[in-house]
């Protein structure tokens, strides 16, 4: 009984610290780029957080008569970097937004679909 209770308690600060090292990255490893597919069965409002150094926030909902309408967005803030953040719903060509440091990037869009949703930043954009 105790040698299962002690290879129990064993597999569970293994997991835990698999699952630690999966999700600690370096600065010298920071990401560049991030985004998201999001389908109708994964649809959450506003999700979003700390990543590549800035702060993301992103949303996909649907809308209108039977609700045949969805939109995603995409929003990056990024203190010393050009960054930028993409939305687009299903094969369609995203809509993107390139942004100069310290200011926020924003990308939109709305259409009749059921498809799912693209919403992505990054800090390797060029501004034009």
């Keep these: 009984?105790?040698?299962?209770?002690?290879?129990?308690?064993?597999?569970v600060v293994l997991s835990i610290g698999v699952a630690v090292s999966f999700t600690t990255v370096s600065s010298a490893e920071e990401a560049t780029s991030g985004g998201l597919a999001i389908s109708?069965?994964?649809?959450?409002?506003?999700?979003?957080?700390?990543?590549g150094g800035g702060t993301w926030e992103h949303n996909v909902w649907t809308h209108g008569f039977l609700n045949k309408y969805k939109s995603a967005y995409s929003k990056y803030w990024h203190k010393t970097k050009v960054h930028g953040s993409s939305?687009?719903?299903g094969a369609s060509t995203p809509v993107r937004d390139c942004v100069g440091k310290?200011?926020?990037?924003?990308?939109?869009?709305?259409?009749?679909?059921n498809a799912t949703a693209?919403?992505?930043?990054?800090?390797?954009?060029s501004l034009k």
């Excluded at 009984?1 to 597999?11: E, P, Q, S």
């Excluded at 310290?102 to 679909?113: E, G, I, N, P």
């Excluded at 693209?118 to 954009?125: D, F, K, L, P, R």
């Design 1 to 11: 009984m105790r040698k299962k209770v002690m290879r129990g308690i064993t597999a």
């Design 87 to 89: 939305a687009a719903l």
């Design 40 to 51: 109708n069965s994964t649809v959450t409002p506003f999700g979003g957080g700390k990543v």
């Design 102 to 113: 310290d200011k926020s990037s924003y990308a939109k869009m709305t259409k009749k679909t």
């Design 118 to 125: 693209y919403v992505n930043w990054n800090t390797s954009c």
